[in-house]
């Protein structure tokens, strides 16, 4: 299984970023999938989640009404549209799969992702 996450860079406060994370080795429509993210000396924190077919989301208070996660089954492929970018979101992003799609405490949990990425580098300057 691999997940690969693309998109990233630097961009001013204010600015916009569409991250990508394409999958292959695992049957994707069958996994619900999460977006973290890991700024330096501090724990990796959730950003957004989306059910298997797309139809349930869930956002970290953090981001909510700025980033918005889609997905494309025929892409085999998840998206974090961040829009409205502030320097605190500075992070490496990592994209996260997990077979049972759950409560947005589950699929918040890192501990119960079953496939990560290697992540993507996000830099807002101020």
């Known amino acids: 299984v691999q997940l690969q996450a693309s998109g990233g860079g630097l961009v001013q406060a204010g600015g916009s970023l569409r991250l990508s994370c394409a999958a292959s080795?695992?049957?994707?429509?069958?996994?619900?999938m999460s977006w973290f993210r890991q700024a330096p000396g501090k724990e990796r924190q959730f950003v957004a989640a989306?059910?298997?077919?797309?139809?349930?989301?869930y956002y970290a208070d953090s981001v909510k009404g700025r980033f918005s996660i889609s997905r494309d089954n025929d892409k085999n492929t998840v998206y974090l549209q961040m829009t409205s970018l502030k320097p605190e979101d500075t992070a490496v992003y990592y994209c996260?799969?997990?077979?049972?799609?759950?409560?947005?405490?589950?699929?918040?949990?890192?501990?119960?992702?079953?496939?990560w990425g290697k992540g993507t580098q996000v830099t807002v300057s101020s």
């Open positions: 996260a799969a997990r077979a049972l799609f759950g409560t947005r405490q589950a699929m918040g949990d890192a501990k119960a992702m079953g496939y």
């Open positions: 989306i059910s298997h077919r797309g139809g349930t989301t």
């Open positions: 080795g695992l049957t994707f429509g069958g996994y619900g």
